[in-house]
């Protein structure tokens, strides 16, 4: 160990060390900043580039269209439905007997897209037409990932 000093790099006796030679601290940054540059480096480690996966649907009064998402991971999706009213479900409800059932969600047309925002790790998603339905529905689901 050099002269003067002790431990781990101390400080040693006076007139050995060179105060100018020491680290200053930095100033303090905005908290909320730092943190969210540091949630979103998070972020893109663990959860790779962003993703968007947009799925057009057409559906006839009676049916249903599955959507396999089980292995993409996604953090929010939106339902936009131009004609009709879809019943969206989480599962896989496309037997006839299924989907009659009450949906999870349902999205008439004429109104603002739904957006459904939660933590999952993929799911399927199954849309529905009420078997009962005058009109074609018609819209587009939207997931995407951060």
Request: charged share 15%.
């Amino acid at each position: 160990m050099p002269a003067g000093t002790h431990g781990f790099g101390a400080i040693g006796f006076p007139g050995l060390s060179d105060p100018d030679s020491m680290p200053t601290p930095q100033a303090p940054g905005n908290p909320a900043i730092e943190s969210a540059d540091y949630l979103k480096r998070i972020a893109e480690k663990y959860d790779g580039q962003p993703v968007e996966d947009i799925t057009i649907f057409n559906l006839a009064a009676g049916k249903a269209i599955k959507i396999d998402f089980s292995q993409t991971p996604f953090s929010s999706f939106t339902v936009s439905v131009t004609t009709g009213t879809v019943k969206v479900m989480f599962g896989d409800y496309t037997q006839q007997a299924a989907q009659n059932l009450t949906a999870h969600f349902s999205i008439p047309s004429g109104g603002a897209p739904f957006q459904w925002l939660g933590a999952t790790l993929g799911r399927i998603v199954t849309l529905v037409n009420d078997p009962t339905a005058a009109t074609n529905a018609i819209g587009c689901i939207i997931i995407s990932r951060p």
